[in-house]
């Protein structure tokens, strides 16, 4: 819904009714994620995909004969359904998509849901998509750190529900939550939609070099927040990183200890140390690995300057488990000699930490392109905040 706000607000605000077709479930390869949307107005117009072009026409179609009697429909499209194949899912994969009228009656918290994004505030947004009492569908349960809006139809449901969502939430995951028809720990009844709407994951670059830069140019690209700290004044200059969003003067361990204590670091955070120099190293590392979980530590140097890392970072107590985070040399193997290939290297890795990839060629892999979305925080610990807790 994020980039499909200034489609559907107008009519809103409008008074008219639009159609929200949102991709809820994938199976296989399938184009889009969860969360992926598009809108269709009463004047025929279309914003946003739901499958990069496969089915498209058919979700336009539905969206049309929502507009036009407000019955939301749960579509599923895949190419092991006669009539998905026939309007063209040649990917090989099957999407579960929702479509669902929005207008002031269906969906009265819209504008607040909107400010919240455009602000940068957490807000996640449950939507009934399977439910035996047609007139559940399509309720929405507005959630954020400060409480709920709306309902799902009864208290148990949204109990339930906001208590589940606050792990997605914080993960900025959506998913497919199933309960029983009034919220009961069940797994068959209702289905609810959730989509979180986090702010962008930071990443975090330490040490103003060419590579930094290259890093923040593309971490920027890729939609994390970017930081690039050195201590340096000469070299972290807002002219030398356009992309980043920050450049901070001051010492490595002391700006992220500042972070830390204000609530600012979270486990889909990303520190790339970049300085190799290990005056500043030593000390950050030694903060980041007695912080929070985040999502990613990765330190740059020859395998010679890993080692000698490793050895100060041990004789300043920190355990070997706690090492084993570091992803030094950092990046995969791609042979990159330029800092934008660095870059890409160093990119490639952490996206692979994030979702759990091979690192495999996929010409040599017999299984699905796309991964899982990875557990919420509030299902299991990630493999970072599960060794540093095995450590201590």
Not at 211 to 230: H, I, M, N, Q
Request: glycine residues 10%.
């Amino acid at each position: 819904m994020r980039d499909l706000l200034d489609a559907l607000l107008p009519e809103w605000e409008a008074g008219r009714t639009a159609a929200l077709a949102t991709v809820v479930r994938t199976f296989d390869s399938a184009p889009r994620p969860p969360g992926a949307g598009m809108v269709v107005t009463g004047a025929d117009t279309v914003t946003g995909s739901v499958s990069g072009g496969c089915v498209e026409g058919a979700v336009y179609e539905l969206g049309s004969g929502c507009i036009g009697d407000g019955i939301p429909v749960l579509a599923r499209y895949g190419v092991s359904d006669d009539d998905a194949f026939a309007v063209g899912l040649t990917c090989g994969g099957t999407i579960d998509v929702f479509v669902e009228p929005v207008s002031r009656s269906t969906f009265p918290q819209l504008p607040a849901v909107a400010a919240a994004i455009r602000a940068g505030r957490p807000v996640g947004v449950a939507t009934v998509i399977e439910h035996p009492d047609p007139a559940r569908l399509g309720r929405h349960l507005v959630l954020s750190p400060e409480g709920t809006t709306g309902s799902l139809g009864s208290d148990r449901a949204d109990e339930a529900v906001a208590d589940d969502a606050l792990g997605l939430l914080a993960a900025g995951r959506n998913g497919v939550l199933t309960y029983g028809p009034e919220g009961e720990r069940l797994d068959a009844g209702m289905s609810v939609f959730f989509a979180a709407f986090a702010p962008a994951p930071r990443l975090l670059v330490f040490g103003a070099i060419d590579f930094a830069s290259a890093l923040a140019r593309l971490g920027a690209f890729l939609g994390y927040r970017v930081t690039v700290c050195d201590a340096r004044s000469v070299f972290a200059t807002a002219a030398r990183f356009p992309d980043a969003e920050e450049v901070i003067v001051a010492w490595p361990h002391d700006y992220y200890a500042g972070q830390i204590r204000d609530g600012l670091i979270d486990a889909r955070t990303v520190v790339c140390v970049l300085t190799h120099d290990p005056k500043f190293d030593v000390p950050l590392l030694e903060a980041v690995l007695d912080g929070p979980a985040v999502a990613y530590i990765g330190a740059m140097g020859s395998r010679r300057t890993h080692e000698d890392r490793m050895q100060r970072l041990l004789e300043s107590g920190v355990g070997s488990e706690q090492l084993a985070l570091i992803h030094s040399p950092v990046g995969l193997d791609l042979g990159a000699r330029t800092p934008e290939e660095t870059a890409v290297s160093i990119a490639a890795e952490f996206i692979s930490e994030a979702w759990g990839g091979s690192n495999i060629p996929l010409r040599l892999l017999d299984e699905r392109i796309h991964h899982d979305e990875m557990p919420s925080l509030g299902d299991a610990p990630s493999p970072t905040h599960a060794a540093r807790e095995s450590s201590r």
